[in-house]
């Protein structure tokens, strides 16, 4: 005697049927499922380990640059750009960057490296995030103890100040290189227009906030497990950062690279936004070498939320490999 049971055709018919019959009769029924459209993504923050601090990537949203034109990479043809993007399965009517800004918890120590950009729309209307996110998060402005500037470029420091004049980091010392606080507080170097507002708006935050400044020097550790990296080219004064604990390390290199594909695939591809593109270049060159080499995972101001991953060599270029995300700590 079979074990199974056994289904006359009559059977299957009349089930079919039956079936059929209800579908027809939910036919009938409103929709239960149907919901507006949220069009809104959630808090852009991201927590990770690097041995016993706790770091945080808080997005200040992205950079809209704009067409992609030869222009931003010198050296690349239009052609060239534009073929890369798209076989990189990357939009070529637009250039997007991300703002990738780190917390540090050490257990001791509160520290933001970069601010984003603060209310400014000047690439854009989805940035100046930070403070909101940071919110999110769990982390209250007023409890960071200190604010590490990698460069003062708009994107990294114009969140520093309210734009009525209070601190929106009212406790913290302000870490920076003295040759970057120098060149973007000095009115002379408002050479043209475009200078000469990126110099007032960067005045603006850094001049209220001087009694608060800690010049930084290459090599120093500053807070502890925080070590600065000399890596000028990008701005005058730009600096990376190693950051130490228990034996694991991550490298912020902030805008020694910016594009997650251009300037990874092409690393001596100078970039428009560069203060000197030959330096920046040989310094990238130096520090893809050094990431590559000790397979120091790094974060990237400007890839691809959260912009934490691995450099590896290849041929005379870059790959950049993201971390996986972790979704429980």
């Known amino acids: 005697m079979s074990d199974h049971p056994s289904f006359s055709r009559r059977r299957f018919l009349a089930g079919t049927s039956a079936a059929a019959g209800l579908v027809a009769a939910a036919s009938c029924l409103p929709a239960m499922a149907k919901a507006p459209m949220l069009n809104k993504q959630a808090p852009a923050f991201y927590r990770f380990k690097i041995g016993s601090f706790e770091a945080t990537?808080?997005?200040?949203?992205?950079?809209?640059?704009?067409?992609?034109?030869?222009?931003?990479?010198?050296?690349?043809?239009?052609?060239?750009?534009?073929?890369?993007?798209?076989?990189?399965?990357?939009?070529?009517?637009?250039?997007?960057l991300e703002q990738n800004a780190l917390v540090l918890n050490t257990g001791g120590k509160l520290i933001l490296f970069d601010t984003g950009l603060g209310?400014?729309?000047?690439?854009?209307?989805?940035?100046?995030?930070?403070?909101?996110?940071?919110?999110?998060?769990?982390?209250?402005?007023?409890?960071?103890?200190?604010?590490?500037?990698?460069?003062?470029?708009?994107?990294?420091?114009?969140?520093?100040m309210t734009d009525k004049g209070a601190r929106n980091f009212p406790g913290a010392q302000i870490y920076l290189a003295q040759a970057d606080?120098?060149?973007?507080?000095?009115?002379?170097?408002?050479?043209?227009?475009?200078?000469?507002?990126?110099?007032?708006?960067?005045?603006?935050?850094?001049l209220p906030n001087r009694d608060?400044?800690?010049?930084?020097?290459?090599?120093?550790?500053?807070?502890?497990?925080?070590?600065?990296?000399s890596t000028p080219g990008h701005t005058v004064g730009h600096t990376s950062y190693m950051i130490t604990s228990q034996g694991a390390t991550v490298c912020n290199i902030a805008d020694v690279v910016h594009h997650p594909v251009l300037s990874i695939e092409k690393p001596r591809v100078q970039f428009a936004f560069d203060t000197d593109g030959k330096q920046a270049v040989e310094t990238r060159l130096r520090i893809f070498?050094?990431?590559?080499?000790?397979?120091?995972?790094?974060?990237?101001?400007?890839?691809?939320?959260?912009?934490?991953g691995h450099l590896t060599k290849q041929g005379d270029a870059y790959r950049f490999i993201p971390s996986p995300m972790q979704t429980v700590l």
């Open 119 to 160: 209310s400014t729309k000047l690439f854009g209307d989805k940035t100046g995030r930070l403070v909101s996110t940071l919110k999110s998060a769990g982390i209250h402005p007023n409890a960071i103890d200190a604010v590490v500037l990698t460069h003062a470029h708009p994107d990294h420091c114009w969140a520093l």
């Open 289 to 308: 070498d050094m990431l590559a080499a000790k397979k120091i995972p790094m974060l990237a101001y400007h890839f691809p939320w959260p912009g934490v």
């Open 57 to 96: 990537v808080i997005s200040d949203g992205p950079l809209n640059l704009g067409q992609p034109k030869q222009e931003l990479f010198a050296g690349l043809s239009q052609d060239e750009l534009s073929k890369t993007l798209s076989d990189n399965f990357l939009p070529a009517d637009k250039l997007l």
């Open 181 to 206: 606080f120098d060149f973007w507080t000095n009115e002379a170097n408002g050479v043209n227009d475009m200078m000469k507002s990126l110099v007032a708006g960067t005045r603006k935050q850094l």
């Open 212 to 229: 608060r400044f800690v010049f930084v020097k290459d090599g120093q550790e500053i807070l502890p497990g925080v070590q600065t990296i």
